[in-house]
Structure formats: structure tokens, C-alpha cells
């Protein structure tokens, strides 16, 4: 079933996509519906905004991303920036240009991604805009969040002896997406119609395709009353999301090569591909996992903290950034591509 756009109109559309939508947040005063949507954060709180810019053919891909995913994703992405300031997203706007070839039911599955993100992370959508595009799918987000007063946790705020911190595990997106990419030259090339199969990676491709916010790891954090000193979310991988904190705080760090946390499908498919694990821990992106530092003091705290494992610590700025591999071997890190190690030229981000 194909229903063509122009058979609802832009406002059509709109209406239709954003039907039923309720607002949860007390902040969210007006949503869709007027010339502007009127937002109402209470004075002891600071506001967060972030923007999102995704474009068809250089952000996403749809002959293997599903459009469901694709909306899902875009709206999380937006999140994890809130998150990494310490705050809670709590509105978004969305915009789309979207070209001939999408349906209304094209339409309706990223909406319906967009909207269970928003339910599963308790935020509001409270406008946006359509338009025609001649080349393909463009999706802006943009989400507002709150964080108390003082509370906002930037990237240049480590200090020398903190330690450095990350959530979950890093490296999985990049290789879910070398997965995907792989089965569709292996759907070209090949002539019959073959199912790809990707058993025992399902764990590669969620993380690629549906990834996560880390709300919780924000949330244990102010339960144990810990202030992170520097914070930000992996997006572009870790080495690169490092020197932003490092250059910003004007310090340098160490982390340990051991330390870096890989799960076991990450290793098995880096393997696979003759990559280097390390590398792509350090240079794959869009793991959306959270990097911080806290004050030594929090050793304990954050060590008995699941979900979260220490890394290394913040030096001297003369000291530069460097990572110490397994074999106690010092080597610099690179923002693009971390070289003595990598496999293959396919190691880079
Ligand atoms: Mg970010």
C-alpha cells in the first residue's frame, strides 16, 4: 500500500503523523498546533538545546536501515547530547524534507520510531516543519532538556589525577555497520535472492541500528552523588572524544589498552574482518555510550559502579594523551585512526 504525500498536503501530513500525541513534561506548555510551541522551565533550572543534522547517502543509509530504526535512532542520538551535559531531554522538534519516492507509510514508521523513543524516554514532541526535497530524506532534531542550576557538566572541566570513565562497551556499532555494509555487496554481487544471516551478531546490529541513551549511567551517577568533573558522549569513538575533553581542559591523559571495555561479538567480527579491536574501540562511532572523569575521591564510588569501568586517569598537559597497550607500550592517540595497531586501512572512522 502506497499512499502518495500529496494526498494529505504538508499540514495534512503533519496532522496525521503527530495524532494522539499527549504531553508528559510539565515544562511543555503548548505543543503542536499554534505558530510556536511555548515552553515553561522553572527558574532553578538551565536550559539544554542540541541539534541534529542527518542527511540521506552521507548520515544514513536505507537500503539497510529500516525507516522505523532510522527515526528511533535519530531522536536517541539527540538524548545522549542532553544526557552528556547532565540534564534530561524533555522536547523535540523535528523537521523533514522528504523527496517523491517516500509514501505517507514511509512517512508514518520514522514517526512511529521518533514517537516510541519520545514515549521510552518520557520527552515531548512539540513541533517541526515539512517540505519537499529533490534528493532524498533530510531529518533535523532538535531537543531541549533541563539540568539544575549549576549541575551542567561540560568538557572542560578534568583535572589533573581524576580518573577517565566509560559506560558500556565500545567498538559494536562500527562493526554492526562493517556487517551491514559487507551483506550489501555480498546482496549485489550475488544473483539469487539470499537471506543474509546474522546469527550470533544480533548484538552488532542493535547497537548499530537501535542504539541507547545512557539515562541510567546519568542517573546512578547522582544517586551516588557523584559530579563528573568532564563529560560527553561517544559518538565519533572514544580516541577523538577524548582529546575534545583533554584540549578543552587543557590536560592530558592515560588510558590502558586492558581496561577498554570490547564484548565478546565485537572482538569476534573484528577478528573476522582482520581489524584490530582496539582500533575500533578507540576510532568506531556511534557507540553513544558516555566518557566523564570524576575526582579521585570517587575511586570507590565508581569503581563498585556496574555499567561503568575506569580507563585511566588525567595527567599534566606536557604529558600529552596516550594510550598503554597490554604490552606496557606508550603510543599516542590520533583523533583519525590510531596507527601502529591497525589491521587493515578499514580500521578508520
Ligand atoms: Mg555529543
Given at each position: 500500500m502506497r499512499t502518495e504525500i500529496a494526498t494529505l498536503g504538508e499540514f495534512g501530513l503533519i496532522r496525521h503523523l503527530t495524532e494522539g500525541i499527549e504531553l508528559k513534561n510539565e515544562s511543555s506548555r503548548y505543543g503542536i498546533g499554534d505558530d510556536a510551541a511555548v515552553l515553561s522551565y522553572s527558574t532553578d533550572k538551565e536550559v539544554l538545546v542540541t541539534t541534529d543534522l542527518l542527511m540521506e547517502g552521507v548520515h544514513f543509509d536505507l537500503t539497510y536501515v529500516p525507516l522505523k530504526h532510522l527515526g528511533y535512532k535519530s531522536a536517541v542520538v539527540n538524548f545522549s547530547d542532553i544526557y552528556a551535559m547532565n540534564g534530561t531531554p524533555r522536547q523535540i522538534t523535528v523537521s523533514?524534507?522528504?523527496?517523491?519516492r517516500f509514501s505517507v507509510e514511509d512517512m508514518e514508521a520514522l514517526y512511529a520510531g521518533i514517537r516510541l523513543a519520545c514515549e521510552e524516554y518520557g520527552v515531548d514532541i512539540v513541533g517541526g516543519d515539512t517540505t519537499s526535497s529533490l534528493t532524498g530524506l533530510t531529518i533535523s532534531i532538535t531537543c531541549m532538556g533541563d539540568v539544575e542550576k549549576g549541575k551542567a557538566v561540560?568538557?572542560?572541566?578534568?583535572?589533573?589525577?581524576?580518573?577517565?570513565?566509560?559506560?558500556?562497551?565500545?567498538?559494536?556499532?562500527?562493526?554492526?555497520?562493517?556487517?551491514?555494509?559487507?551483506?550489501?555487496?555480498?546482496?549485489?554481487?550475488?544473483?539469487?535472492d539470499i537471506q543474509p544471516d546474522f546469527a550470533g551478531k544480533e548484538y552488532l546490529l542493535e547497537r548499530q541500528l537501535k542504539p541507547e541513551a545512557r539515562r541510567d549511567i546519568v542517573e546512578k551517577l547522582r544517586q551516588a552523588g557523584i559530579q563528573p568533573t568532564a563529560m560527553m558522549d561517544i559518538s565519533d569513538g572514544l580516541s577523538s572524544e577524548l582529546l575534545h575533553i583533554c584540549t578543552q581542559s587543557k590536560v592530558g591523559c592515560r588510558i590502558y589498552e586492558e581496561h577498554i571495555p570490547l564484548d565478546y561479538q565485537t572482538a569476534v567480527m573484528a577478528e573476522e574482518l582482520n581489524m584490530n579491536v582496539t582500533t575500533c574501540a578507540l576510532n568506531g562511532g556511534e557507540d553513544y555510550e558516555l566518557l566523564f572523569t570524576v575526582p579521585i575521591a570517587d575511586h570507590e564510588k565508581v569503581s563498585e559502579m556496574e555499567g561503568v569501568k575506569l580507563i585511566g586517569h588525567i595527567t599534566k598537559p606536557e604529558l600529552g594523551c596516550a594510550l598503554i597497550t597490554r604490552d606496557g607500550q606508550e603510543f599516542e592517540l590520533k583523533a583519525q585512526g590510531w596507527n601502529p595497531l591497525r589491521g587493515t586501512d578499514n580500521g578508520q572512522a
Open positions: 523533514l524534507g522528504i523527496s517523491k561540560y568538557r572542560n572541566g578534568a583535572k589533573e589525577t581524576d580518573l577517565v570513565c566509560v559506560s558500556g562497551d565500545l567498538g559494536a556499532a562500527y562493526m554492526g555497520l562493517q556487517l551491514l555494509e559487507r551483506e550489501k555487496v555480498a546482496l549485489k554481487d550475488s544473483q539469487e
